[in-house]
Protein backbone atom coordinates (compact mmCIF):
# COMPACT_ATOMS: atom_id res chain seq x y z
CA UNK A 1 0.00 0.00 0.00
CA UNK A 2 1.25 3.56 -0.88
CA UNK A 3 1.29 6.03 2.02
CA UNK A 4 0.31 9.79 1.39
CA UNK A 5 3.48 10.31 3.49
CA UNK A 6 6.29 11.93 1.41
CA UNK A 7 9.06 9.74 0.50
CA UNK A 8 11.82 11.77 1.93
CA UNK A 9 12.83 10.92 5.41
CA UNK A 10 14.13 14.26 6.21
CA UNK A 11 10.69 15.90 5.09
CA UNK A 12 8.75 13.57 7.02
CA UNK A 13 10.92 14.36 10.01
CA UNK A 14 10.12 18.31 9.47
CA UNK A 15 6.69 17.85 8.62
CA UNK A 16 6.59 15.64 12.04
CA UNK A 17 8.16 18.29 14.24
CA UNK A 18 5.98 20.65 12.55
CA UNK A 19 3.04 19.07 13.31
CA UNK A 20 3.72 18.31 16.65
CA UNK A 21 5.00 21.79 17.46
CA UNK A 22 1.51 23.10 16.10
CA UNK A 23 -0.44 20.19 18.22
CA UNK A 24 1.51 21.29 21.23
CA UNK A 25 0.82 25.02 20.63
CA UNK A 26 -2.63 24.64 20.26
CA UNK A 27 -3.28 22.49 23.24
CA UNK A 28 -1.18 24.57 25.56
CA UNK A 29 -3.01 27.59 24.40
CA UNK A 30 -6.31 26.50 24.06
CA UNK A 31 -5.51 24.53 27.85
CA UNK A 32 -4.08 28.18 29.39
CA UNK A 33 -7.04 29.96 27.76
CA UNK A 34 -9.73 27.44 29.28
CA UNK A 35 -8.15 27.46 32.65
CA UNK A 36 -7.63 31.57 32.77
CA UNK A 37 -11.95 31.86 31.34
CA UNK A 38 -13.03 29.18 34.12
CA UNK A 39 -10.91 30.70 36.90
CA UNK A 40 -12.05 34.53 35.81
CA UNK A 41 -15.51 33.25 35.39
CA UNK A 42 -15.61 31.28 39.06
CA UNK A 43 -14.10 34.50 40.40
CA UNK A 44 -17.42 36.35 39.02
CA UNK A 45 -19.60 34.37 40.64
CA UNK A 46 -17.39 34.40 44.24
CA UNK A 47 -18.24 38.31 43.58
CA UNK A 48 -21.82 38.04 43.05
CA UNK A 49 -22.51 35.95 46.19
CA UNK A 50 -20.80 38.46 47.64
CA UNK A 51 -22.51 41.32 47.00
CA UNK A 52 -26.17 39.39 47.06
CA UNK A 53 -25.30 38.90 50.80
CA UNK A 54 -25.38 42.74 50.73
CA UNK A 55 -28.42 42.96 48.75
CA UNK A 56 -30.40 41.05 51.14
CA UNK A 57 -29.64 43.36 53.71
CA UNK A 58 -30.94 46.42 51.67
CA UNK A 59 -34.54 45.11 50.75
CA UNK A 60 -37.60 44.92 52.93
CA UNK A 61 -41.44 45.25 52.26
CA UNK A 62 -43.13 48.68 53.13
CA UNK A 63 -46.35 48.33 55.44
CA UNK A 64 -48.50 48.68 52.41
CA UNK A 65 -46.84 45.22 51.18
CA UNK A 66 -44.37 46.77 48.05
CA UNK A 67 -41.33 45.50 48.15
CA UNK A 68 -38.56 48.49 49.06
CA UNK A 69 -34.91 48.11 48.21
CA UNK A 70 -32.49 51.24 49.67
CA UNK A 71 -30.46 52.17 46.57
CA UNK A 72 -29.89 55.77 47.14
CA UNK A 73 -26.52 56.19 47.35
CA UNK A 74 -26.02 58.91 49.17
CA UNK A 75 -27.11 57.46 52.29
CA UNK A 76 -26.60 53.29 51.98
CA UNK A 77 -23.46 53.43 50.13
CA UNK A 78 -23.24 49.78 50.08
CA UNK A 79 -26.03 50.20 47.80
CA UNK A 80 -23.80 50.94 44.87
CA UNK A 81 -23.66 46.90 44.49
CA UNK A 82 -27.45 47.65 43.38
CA UNK A 83 -26.32 50.24 40.44
CA UNK A 84 -23.43 48.33 39.19
CA UNK A 85 -25.18 44.62 39.14
CA UNK A 86 -28.10 43.57 37.23
CA UNK A 87 -30.73 42.68 40.28
CA UNK A 88 -34.55 41.36 40.30
CA UNK A 89 -36.56 39.64 43.21
CA UNK A 90 -39.82 37.44 42.28
CA UNK A 91 -42.54 36.38 44.31
CA UNK A 92 -42.45 32.26 44.40
CA UNK A 93 -45.11 32.20 42.55
CA UNK A 94 -42.77 33.70 39.69
CA UNK A 95 -44.88 38.07 40.24
CA UNK A 96 -42.16 40.31 39.85
CA UNK A 97 -41.57 42.33 42.74
CA UNK A 98 -38.46 44.98 41.81
CA UNK A 99 -35.85 44.93 39.40
CA UNK A 100 -33.49 47.67 39.42
CA UNK A 101 -32.20 50.74 36.85
CA UNK A 102 -29.67 48.28 35.17
CA UNK A 103 -31.50 45.47 34.23
CA UNK A 104 -34.38 47.97 32.85
CA UNK A 105 -36.56 45.67 30.80
CA UNK A 106 -35.02 42.56 30.67
CA UNK A 107 -35.57 39.53 32.75
CA UNK A 108 -33.05 37.54 34.81
CA UNK A 109 -35.37 34.68 34.29
CA UNK A 110 -39.33 34.05 34.85
CA UNK A 111 -40.84 31.91 37.47
CA UNK A 112 -38.43 30.31 40.13
CA UNK A 113 -37.02 27.24 38.90
CA UNK A 114 -37.19 24.20 40.88
CA UNK A 115 -35.08 24.23 43.43
CA UNK A 116 -33.52 27.41 42.44
CA UNK A 117 -31.85 29.32 45.26
CA UNK A 118 -32.57 26.67 48.02
CA UNK A 119 -30.13 25.60 50.84
CA UNK A 120 -27.93 28.20 49.65
CA UNK A 121 -26.65 30.09 46.39
CA UNK A 122 -27.91 28.70 42.92
CA UNK A 123 -25.40 29.64 40.06
CA UNK A 124 -25.76 29.62 36.23
CA UNK A 125 -24.53 31.63 33.45
CA UNK A 126 -27.32 33.26 31.37
CA UNK A 127 -27.81 35.72 28.28
CA UNK A 128 -30.33 38.64 28.64
CA UNK A 129 -32.63 39.65 26.10
CA UNK A 130 -30.07 42.29 24.48
CA UNK A 131 -27.37 39.54 24.01
CA UNK A 132 -25.55 40.30 27.37
CA UNK A 133 -24.09 37.15 29.01
CA UNK A 134 -23.71 37.30 33.07
CA UNK A 135 -23.50 34.91 35.74
CA UNK A 136 -26.01 34.84 37.83
CA UNK A 137 -26.17 33.84 41.02
CA UNK A 138 -29.98 33.38 43.15
CA UNK A 139 -31.04 32.35 46.51
CA UNK A 140 -34.46 32.60 48.55
CA UNK A 141 -34.83 34.75 50.99
CA UNK A 142 -38.03 35.04 54.10
CA UNK A 143 -38.68 38.03 54.24
CA UNK A 144 -41.04 39.42 56.78
CA UNK A 145 -41.99 35.70 57.19
CA UNK A 146 -42.77 35.88 53.33
CA UNK A 147 -40.84 33.88 51.00
CA UNK A 148 -39.09 36.01 48.04
CA UNK A 149 -36.18 34.79 45.40
CA UNK A 150 -33.01 37.69 44.59
CA UNK A 151 -31.25 37.65 41.54
CA UNK A 152 -27.91 39.18 41.37
CA UNK A 153 -26.47 38.75 38.20
CA UNK A 154 -22.95 40.04 37.07
CA UNK A 155 -21.82 40.98 33.27
CA UNK A 156 -19.53 38.21 32.19
CA UNK A 157 -18.32 40.66 29.14
CA UNK A 158 -14.90 41.85 30.21
CA UNK A 159 -14.20 38.23 30.55
CA UNK A 160 -15.28 37.26 27.14
CA UNK A 161 -13.33 39.95 25.76
CA UNK A 162 -10.43 39.30 27.78
CA UNK A 163 -11.01 35.80 26.19
CA UNK A 164 -11.23 37.01 22.55
CA UNK A 165 -8.33 39.27 23.16
CA UNK A 166 -6.04 36.45 24.36
CA UNK A 167 -6.69 34.41 21.27
CA UNK A 168 -6.82 36.85 18.69
CA UNK A 169 -3.32 37.52 19.92
CA UNK A 170 -2.41 33.59 19.80
CA UNK A 171 -3.71 33.60 16.61
CA UNK A 172 -1.55 36.59 15.76
CA UNK A 173 1.42 34.74 16.99
CA UNK A 174 0.73 31.30 15.70
CA UNK A 175 1.87 31.76 11.76
CA UNK A 176 5.42 33.14 13.19
CA UNK A 177 5.57 30.21 15.65
CA UNK A 178 4.83 28.22 13.07
CA UNK A 179 7.43 29.64 10.58
CA UNK A 180 10.09 29.41 13.55
CA UNK A 181 8.99 25.49 13.98
CA UNK A 182 9.49 24.82 9.62
CA UNK A 183 12.75 26.90 10.05
CA UNK A 184 14.34 24.79 12.98
CA UNK A 185 12.82 21.47 11.52
CA UNK A 186 14.37 21.74 8.28
CA UNK A 187 17.59 22.94 9.72
CA UNK A 188 17.30 19.78 12.17
CA UNK A 189 16.08 17.50 9.86
CA UNK A 190 19.41 18.85 7.65
CA UNK A 191 21.68 18.21 10.60
CA UNK A 192 20.40 14.80 11.53
CA UNK A 193 20.41 13.58 7.83
CA UNK A 194 24.11 15.39 6.61
CA UNK A 195 26.11 12.19 7.51
CA UNK A 196 23.15 9.56 6.78
CA UNK A 197 23.49 11.19 3.17
CA UNK A 198 27.45 11.08 3.52
CA UNK A 199 27.48 7.49 4.02
CA UNK A 200 24.67 6.74 1.02
CA UNK A 201 27.13 8.69 -1.40
CA UNK A 202 30.19 7.23 -0.50
CA UNK A 203 28.62 3.98 -0.38
CA UNK A 204 27.77 4.62 -3.93
CA UNK A 205 30.96 5.21 -4.49
CA UNK A 206 32.38 1.39 -3.70
CA UNK A 207 31.34 -0.97 -6.47
CA UNK A 208 32.50 -4.40 -7.08
CA UNK A 209 36.58 -3.25 -8.28
CA UNK A 210 36.70 -0.57 -5.23
CA UNK A 211 35.40 -2.78 -2.64
CA UNK A 212 38.47 -2.65 -0.85
CA UNK A 213 37.40 0.82 -0.23
CA UNK A 214 35.61 2.02 3.36
CA UNK A 215 32.92 4.38 4.75
CA UNK A 216 34.92 6.67 7.64
CA UNK A 217 33.48 5.97 11.00
CA UNK A 218 34.54 8.85 13.08
CA UNK A 219 34.29 7.27 16.77
CA UNK A 220 30.91 9.51 17.96
CA UNK A 221 29.97 6.06 18.80
CA UNK A 222 25.87 6.74 17.27
CA UNK A 223 23.57 5.23 15.33
CA UNK A 224 25.40 6.14 12.25
CA UNK A 225 28.81 5.30 13.14
CA UNK A 226 27.28 1.60 14.02
CA UNK A 227 25.16 1.95 10.67
CA UNK A 228 28.32 2.67 8.74
CA UNK A 229 30.62 0.22 11.00
CA UNK A 230 27.78 -2.77 9.89
CA UNK A 231 27.98 -1.31 6.49
CA UNK A 232 31.97 -1.66 6.61
CA UNK A 233 31.53 -5.47 7.85
CA UNK A 234 29.55 -5.96 5.03
CA UNK A 235 32.10 -4.91 2.68
CA UNK A 236 34.81 -6.70 3.89
CA UNK A 237 32.42 -10.12 3.62
CA UNK A 238 31.45 -9.40 0.30
CA UNK A 239 35.42 -8.67 -0.34
CA UNK A 240 36.52 -11.50 1.21
CA UNK A 241 33.76 -13.71 -0.73
CA UNK A 242 34.86 -12.03 -4.11
CA UNK A 243 38.34 -12.55 -3.63
CA UNK A 244 37.47 -16.03 -2.86
CA UNK A 245 35.47 -16.52 -6.01
CA UNK A 246 38.50 -14.62 -8.39
CA UNK A 247 41.14 -16.98 -6.98
CA UNK A 248 38.62 -20.29 -7.40
CA UNK A 249 37.69 -19.26 -10.67
CA UNK A 250 41.55 -18.74 -11.86
CA UNK A 251 42.53 -21.86 -9.85
CA UNK A 252 39.62 -23.90 -12.11
CA UNK A 253 40.85 -22.34 -15.28
CA UNK A 254 44.48 -23.21 -14.91
CA UNK A 255 43.55 -27.03 -13.63
CA UNK A 256 41.07 -27.17 -16.62
CA UNK A 257 44.07 -26.12 -18.68
CA UNK A 258 46.64 -28.57 -18.17
CA UNK A 259 44.37 -31.54 -19.08
CA UNK A 260 43.84 -29.62 -22.25
CA UNK A 261 47.01 -28.81 -23.14
CA UNK A 262 47.99 -32.47 -23.20
CA UNK A 263 45.12 -33.86 -25.34
CA UNK A 264 45.96 -30.99 -27.61
CA UNK A 265 49.77 -32.45 -27.26
CA UNK A 266 48.53 -35.71 -27.66
CA UNK A 267 46.34 -35.18 -30.91
CA UNK A 268 49.19 -32.84 -32.00
CA UNK A 269 51.71 -35.75 -32.25
CA UNK A 270 49.34 -38.30 -33.34
CA UNK A 271 48.67 -36.01 -36.68
CA UNK A 272 52.65 -35.12 -37.08
CA UNK A 273 53.32 -38.46 -38.43
CA UNK A 274 52.35 -42.08 -39.68
CA UNK A 275 51.87 -44.09 -36.90
CA UNK A 276 50.89 -48.16 -36.73
CA UNK A 277 47.47 -48.81 -35.38
CA UNK A 278 49.25 -50.22 -32.31
CA UNK A 279 50.79 -46.33 -31.59
CA UNK A 280 47.32 -44.85 -32.54
CA UNK A 281 45.44 -47.22 -29.65
CA UNK A 282 48.32 -46.01 -27.30
CA UNK A 283 47.83 -42.55 -28.31
CA UNK A 284 44.10 -42.36 -27.97
CA UNK A 285 44.58 -43.99 -24.33
CA UNK A 286 46.20 -41.27 -23.16
CA UNK A 287 43.77 -38.73 -24.36
CA UNK A 288 40.94 -41.08 -23.04
CA UNK A 289 43.16 -40.81 -19.77
CA UNK A 290 43.42 -36.79 -19.73
CA UNK A 291 39.87 -37.10 -20.17
CA UNK A 292 39.33 -38.86 -17.28
CA UNK A 293 41.31 -36.30 -15.41
CA UNK A 294 38.90 -33.94 -16.79
CA UNK A 295 35.54 -35.57 -15.85
CA UNK A 296 36.46 -35.56 -12.48
CA UNK A 297 38.12 -32.48 -12.37
CA UNK A 298 34.98 -31.31 -13.79
CA UNK A 299 32.55 -33.14 -11.24
CA UNK A 300 34.87 -31.48 -8.05
CA UNK A 301 34.09 -28.02 -9.63
CA UNK A 302 30.42 -28.88 -10.42
CA UNK A 303 30.06 -30.28 -6.80
CA UNK A 304 31.81 -27.36 -5.11
CA UNK A 305 30.17 -24.82 -6.99
CA UNK A 306 26.27 -26.65 -6.03
CA UNK A 307 27.61 -27.11 -2.11
CA UNK A 308 28.92 -23.28 -2.65
CA UNK A 309 25.31 -22.45 -3.91
CA UNK A 310 23.29 -24.43 -1.27
CA UNK A 311 21.95 -26.57 -4.24
CA UNK A 312 22.31 -29.69 -2.25
CA UNK A 313 19.95 -31.15 -0.03
CA UNK A 314 21.29 -33.93 2.39
CA UNK A 315 18.78 -37.23 2.32
CA UNK A 316 19.25 -38.37 6.15
CA UNK A 317 19.28 -42.11 6.89
CA UNK A 318 21.13 -44.21 9.79
CA UNK A 319 24.25 -44.68 8.42
CA UNK A 320 26.63 -47.60 10.64
CA UNK A 321 30.02 -45.91 10.75
CA UNK A 322 32.00 -48.72 10.94
CA UNK A 323 30.07 -50.47 7.92
CA UNK A 324 30.55 -47.70 6.08
CA UNK A 325 34.79 -47.29 6.60
CA UNK A 326 34.48 -51.01 5.61
CA UNK A 327 32.98 -50.31 2.22
CA UNK A 328 35.30 -47.28 1.92
CA UNK A 329 38.24 -50.10 2.43
CA UNK A 330 36.69 -52.37 0.27
CA UNK A 331 36.53 -49.96 -2.77
CA UNK A 332 40.18 -48.01 -2.35
CA UNK A 333 42.05 -51.62 -1.26
CA UNK A 334 43.19 -52.42 -5.28
CA UNK A 335 44.64 -48.99 -5.18
CA UNK A 336 46.52 -49.97 -1.50
CA UNK A 337 47.57 -53.60 -2.72
CA UNK A 338 49.47 -51.95 -5.67
CA UNK A 339 51.26 -50.33 -3.47
CA UNK A 340 51.42 -53.30 -1.09
CA UNK A 341 49.67 -51.13 1.56
CA UNK A 342 48.12 -52.73 4.41
CA UNK A 343 44.25 -50.73 5.43
CA UNK A 344 42.93 -51.76 9.49
CA UNK A 345 39.96 -51.29 10.63
CA UNK A 346 38.72 -51.03 14.38
CA UNK A 347 36.52 -49.56 16.92
CA UNK A 348 33.06 -49.27 17.52
CA UNK A 349 31.07 -51.56 15.26
CA UNK A 350 27.37 -50.39 15.83
CA UNK A 351 28.20 -46.59 16.34
CA UNK A 352 25.83 -45.06 13.99
CA UNK A 353 24.70 -41.59 13.09
CA UNK A 354 21.58 -40.03 10.83
CA UNK A 355 23.44 -38.39 7.48
CA UNK A 356 23.14 -38.43 4.09
CA UNK A 357 25.54 -41.89 3.22
CA UNK A 358 26.85 -40.42 -0.74
CA UNK A 359 28.45 -37.47 0.86
CA UNK A 360 29.73 -38.96 4.38
CA UNK A 361 31.27 -41.67 2.02
CA UNK A 362 32.86 -39.23 -0.51
CA UNK A 363 34.47 -37.37 2.16
CA UNK A 364 35.60 -40.45 4.00
CA UNK A 365 36.91 -41.79 0.52
CA UNK A 366 39.07 -38.52 -0.21
CA UNK A 367 40.55 -38.80 3.26
CA UNK A 368 41.35 -42.65 3.19
CA UNK A 369 42.62 -42.04 -0.72
CA UNK A 370 44.70 -39.51 0.55
CA UNK A 371 46.44 -41.79 3.22
CA UNK A 372 47.16 -44.44 0.17
CA UNK A 373 48.37 -41.74 -2.19
CA UNK A 374 50.82 -40.23 0.00
CA UNK A 375 52.17 -42.82 2.00
CA UNK A 376 55.01 -45.08 1.16
CA UNK A 377 54.33 -48.49 -0.19
CA UNK A 378 53.93 -51.35 2.67
CA UNK A 379 52.69 -48.50 4.90
CA UNK A 380 50.15 -49.48 7.40
CA UNK A 381 46.76 -47.12 7.29
CA UNK A 382 44.27 -47.46 10.33
CA UNK A 383 40.53 -46.18 10.58
CA UNK A 384 39.27 -46.14 13.98
CA UNK A 385 35.60 -45.54 14.90
CA UNK A 386 34.60 -43.93 18.72
CA UNK A 387 31.57 -42.80 20.11
CA UNK A 388 32.20 -39.36 21.94
CA UNK A 389 30.11 -38.46 25.07
CA UNK A 390 27.23 -40.11 23.66
CA UNK A 391 26.44 -37.24 21.05
CA UNK A 392 29.28 -37.23 18.42
CA UNK A 393 31.34 -40.45 16.51
CA UNK A 394 34.45 -40.12 15.34
CA UNK A 395 36.48 -41.59 12.56
CA UNK A 396 39.86 -41.17 13.01
CA UNK A 397 42.76 -42.39 9.87
CA UNK A 398 45.98 -42.42 11.00
CA UNK A 399 48.29 -43.25 8.43
CA UNK A 400 52.35 -43.10 8.02
CA UNK A 401 52.84 -41.16 5.48
CA UNK A 402 55.19 -38.27 4.99
CA UNK A 403 53.21 -35.86 7.54
CA UNK A 404 52.11 -32.23 7.20
CA UNK A 405 54.15 -29.14 8.28
CA UNK A 406 52.27 -27.05 10.41
CA UNK A 407 52.23 -24.14 7.85
CA UNK A 408 50.54 -26.67 5.33
CA UNK A 409 48.48 -27.94 7.75
CA UNK A 410 46.29 -24.63 7.97
CA UNK A 411 45.74 -24.51 4.76
CA UNK A 412 45.19 -28.17 3.00
CA UNK A 413 41.62 -28.04 3.46
CA UNK A 414 41.99 -24.95 1.51
CA UNK A 415 40.79 -25.31 -2.37
CA UNK A 416 43.82 -25.91 -4.64
CA UNK A 417 46.20 -26.35 -2.08
CA UNK A 418 48.33 -29.01 -2.39
CA UNK A 419 51.86 -28.90 -0.67
CA UNK A 420 53.67 -30.23 -3.34
CA UNK A 421 51.88 -29.60 -6.69
CA UNK A 422 54.21 -31.84 -8.83
CA UNK A 423 53.71 -35.21 -6.69
CA UNK A 424 50.19 -34.73 -5.66
CA UNK A 425 49.30 -33.86 -9.52
CA UNK A 426 51.45 -36.70 -10.42
CA UNK A 427 49.08 -38.54 -7.88
CA UNK A 428 46.07 -37.33 -9.89
CA UNK A 429 45.22 -34.55 -7.37
CA UNK A 430 43.13 -31.31 -7.70
CA UNK A 431 43.81 -29.92 -4.51
CA UNK A 432 39.87 -30.31 -4.25
CA UNK A 433 39.71 -33.87 -2.33
CA UNK A 434 39.67 -32.47 1.42
CA UNK A 435 37.90 -29.40 0.25
CA UNK A 436 35.13 -31.49 -0.87
CA UNK A 437 35.52 -33.87 2.76
CA UNK A 438 35.18 -30.58 5.09
CA UNK A 439 32.47 -29.37 3.14
CA UNK A 440 30.49 -32.74 3.34
CA UNK A 441 31.46 -32.97 7.37
CA UNK A 442 30.32 -29.59 7.61
CA UNK A 443 27.04 -30.29 6.03
CA UNK A 444 26.71 -32.78 8.68
CA UNK A 445 27.04 -29.93 11.26
CA UNK A 446 30.38 -32.38 11.93
CA UNK A 447 34.08 -31.37 12.01
CA UNK A 448 37.40 -32.46 10.20
CA UNK A 449 40.94 -31.47 11.52
CA UNK A 450 44.31 -32.80 11.22
CA UNK A 451 46.93 -33.40 13.61
CA UNK A 452 50.62 -34.12 11.99
CA UNK A 453 54.34 -33.32 11.78
CA UNK A 454 56.48 -34.30 8.89
CA UNK A 455 57.80 -37.10 9.03
CA UNK A 456 55.72 -38.77 11.83
CA UNK A 457 52.46 -39.55 9.80
CA UNK A 458 49.18 -37.55 9.48
CA UNK A 459 45.81 -38.51 11.32
CA UNK A 460 42.48 -37.00 9.88
CA UNK A 461 39.26 -36.94 12.99
CA UNK A 462 36.18 -36.61 11.40
CA UNK A 463 33.72 -35.71 13.98
CA UNK A 464 30.05 -35.95 13.45
CA UNK A 465 26.66 -35.61 15.37
CA UNK A 466 24.78 -38.42 15.93
CA UNK A 467 21.72 -36.88 15.40
CA UNK A 468 21.26 -35.39 12.05
CA UNK A 469 20.30 -32.14 11.45
CA UNK A 470 18.74 -30.96 8.34
P1 LIG B 1 44.96 -33.58 -3.55
O1 LIG B 1 43.98 -33.82 -4.61
O2 LIG B 1 46.13 -32.81 -3.98
O3 LIG B 1 45.27 -34.75 -2.73
P2 LIG B 1 43.61 -32.72 -1.19
O4 LIG B 1 42.72 -31.57 -0.97
O5 LIG B 1 43.05 -34.08 -1.01
O6 LIG B 1 44.21 -32.53 -2.62
O7 LIG B 1 44.82 -32.53 -0.24
C1 LIG B 1 45.51 -31.30 -0.16
C2 LIG B 1 46.98 -31.49 0.11
O8 LIG B 1 47.13 -31.94 1.46
C3 LIG B 1 47.63 -32.51 -0.74
O9 LIG B 1 48.17 -31.91 -1.88
C4 LIG B 1 48.70 -33.07 0.14
O10 LIG B 1 49.88 -32.31 -0.03
C5 LIG B 1 48.24 -32.84 1.53
N1 LIG B 1 47.75 -34.09 2.13
C6 LIG B 1 46.47 -34.53 2.17
N2 LIG B 1 46.39 -35.70 2.81
C7 LIG B 1 47.64 -36.02 3.22
C8 LIG B 1 48.22 -37.12 3.92
N3 LIG B 1 47.50 -38.14 4.37
N4 LIG B 1 49.54 -37.09 4.17
C9 LIG B 1 50.30 -36.05 3.72
N5 LIG B 1 49.81 -35.00 3.04
C10 LIG B 1 48.50 -34.98 2.78
Redesign the pocket.
Known amino acids: MKSKWPARLGTRLALSYILLTAVVMILFTGGTEAVLFLQMRAQLAHFAIEDLEEVEGLISFTPDGRLKVRDDYHNHPESKQILEHFLEVRALDGTLLYRNDRLGERTLGGAPQPGEGIGGYSQRSTMLADGTRVVMVSRRHLLDGRPILIRLAQSEEPVWHAREQFLLAAALMFPFMIAGAVLAAYRMSRRILAPVESIASQAERITSSRLHERIPVHGTGDELDHLAEVFNRTLSRLDESFRQLRQFTADASHELRTPLAAIRAIGEVGLEREATPQEYRELVGSMLEEVNRLTRLVNDLLMISRGDAGAIKLNYAPVTVFDMARDTISLLEPLAEEKEQTLVLTGADDASVEADPVFLRQALI??V???I???PPQAT?SLRVARVNGSSVAIS?T?S????APE?AA???????????G???D???????????QWAVQAHKGSIS?S?APGE??T?LITLPVKGTA
Request: avoid cysteine; charged fraction near 15%; glycine fraction near 16%.
Open positions: NVHNAKYSTIDGPGIHHIFDRFYRVDTRSRAGGFGLGLAIAVSGSF
